[in-house]
């Protein structure tokens, strides 16, 4: 549910869209979307056609929310933003979107709640400059089940099947790897996630390490929270991590082989992956923090590890 103030805002900003297209002698062609909405059994999401003449991304976004929040002429779809929660504030930037809900959001059951996900994130990252949707409970970030900051979402993450319906979830148990207390080793713990079988493992294990530690892991952050990431693709057992630039700037006391060996170890765990090779923006031919050459493909470090 669109708080009311928020959806008088996203009327006028929609009529102001039309009114500007009303103005010329002939209106051009409007662009075709897919707003993304949730079926009623809860096992998927579906999408409709829907064109605008729109092409500021701050309008486009004001008509996708209000798209979001509408009730499905469709009985078997029902729109993301129509639950029990409200979807308070929300925020453009330079390539994302930030949204601020009310705490009944976290009432939802795991699967509708990554379902609601999915659709918003989907629909939003259309707009053209709208490459991730960052999801907040007020001011504080969103969190998974077991506490850890779920962060800067892509389209990527949601990917449709042959039935164009998003794949069932599954519970998995990872091994990862993250800071002591001094910064300067890792330290091996297991955690479980509820994901999307749509995400590669691969993905996800790095997700989870830029999310950082969970509210009861006795370990520390490796990498800067806002890392973005590009791409994630393994070939011939290699997994290729290609991050943004925010990965170089380190906001944590850590050391660099602990930041590397993080990301190069916990992939490491996965039965397809033997070696890692991190880029930036897909370029490897620069060094992180100065003294660790990206060019390098790493391999597991066990001598990192505190026993």
Do not use: H, W
């Amino acid at each position: 549910m669109i708080k009311k103030g928020k959806y008088f805002l996203l009327l006028f900003l929609v009529a102001a869209a039309l009114c500007a297209c009303s103005l010329g002698e002939r209106e051009k062609p409007g662009k075709t979307y897919k707003i993304y909405c949730v079926n009623n059994n809860e096992t998927g999401i579906s999408s409709y056609e829907y064109t605008t003449q729109a092409a500021q991304k701050e309008l486009l976004a004001a008509e996708f929310l209000g798209q979001l929040g509408a009730a499905s002429e469709k009985l078997e779809y029902k729109a993301p933003l129509s639950g029990s929660f409200q979807l308070l504030d929300y925020t453009v930037g330079e390539d994302q979107l930030t949204l601020s809900f009310d705490e009944n959001y976290k009432l939802q059951p795991v699967t509708t709640e990554v379902l609601v996900r999915a659709a918003i994130v989907r629909t939003l990252t259309q707009i053209e400059g709208i490459q991730y949707v960052s999801f907040q409970i007020r001011d504080e970030p969103l969190t998974d089940a077991s506490g850890a900051v779920i962060g800067y979402m892509g389209g990527d993450m949601f990917i449709d099947n042959a039935g164009n319906e998003i794949n069932t979830y599954e519970k998995v148990k990872l091994t990862l790897y993250l800071a002591n207390e001094k910064g300067d080793a890792l330290k091996k713990i297991n955690r479980s996630v509820v994901y999307s079988s749509n995400i590669s493992m691969e993905r996800l294990v790095v997700e989870q390490l830029i999310a950082g530690p969970g509210e009861n892991e006795k370990v520390f952050p490796t990498i800067n929270p806002d890392t973005k990431i590009v791409t994630v693709n393994v070939k011939d057992g290699i997994c290729y991590v290609n991050l943004d630039g925010t990965f170089l700037t380190q906001i944590y006391n850590v050391t660099s082989d602990v930041t590397i060996y993080s990301i190069a170890n916990s992939l490491a765990e996965l039965p397809n992956v033997n070696k890692v090779q991190i880029s930036i923006n897909g370029d490897s031919n620069m060094n992180y923090k100065e003294n660790i050459s990206l060019s390098t493909v790493f391999e597991r470090n066990l001598e990192l590890v505190e026993q």
